[in-house]
């Protein structure tokens, strides 16, 4: 089990439930989800007028484009991050490294409650 304490656990899984709320809410601003995969990828606001836009309109669509897709990879990633860590919670085996199996400290998780290894393995 967990070296953490019960409270500390608790307060971390809020916070961890707290980003994936905000992550999900970005996803959704500057990306699609993909149906089959059910992932995200960055999308521009309205690309469905794109054949119709003017070209100033379809150059402001990929200049969107060309922003959104690295952001929503990064959003992407930031949120399986969080989901694996709550599923860690899950098992029992959260806030241990997971290259060396020891206990990451508490105020590596406050700082990032995805924290996946210690100091030592980052
Ligand atoms: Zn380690």
């Known amino acids: 089990m967990t070296h953490l ?17 905000s ?3 970005e996803l959704a ?22 054949e119709e ?3 100033t309109d379809a150059a402001d669509q990929i200049e969107e484009l060309l922003t959104n897709v ?5 959003l992407q990633k930031r949120a399986n991050e969080v989901d694996d860590a709550l599923d860690r919670m899950e098992k029992g085996t959260y ?3 997971e290259v060396c199996r020891e206990p990451i400290p508490l105020e590596r998780l406050e700082a990032n409650p995805a924290a996946k290894t210690c100091i030592a393995h980052t």
């Open 70 to 74: 690295p952001l929503v990879a990064d």
């Open 23 to 25: 992550l999900q809410e």
């Open 29 to 50: 601003m500057y990306g699609k989800r993909d149906t089959t995969t059910g992932e995200w990828e960055g999308s521009s606001a309205d690309e469905t007028t794109m």
């Open 5 to 21: 304490p019960e409270s500390a656990l608790h307060e971390l899984r809020a916070s961890l439930e707290a980003e994936q709320v």
């Open 95 to 97: 806030g241990t490294c």
């Open 53 to 55: 836009a003017d070209p």
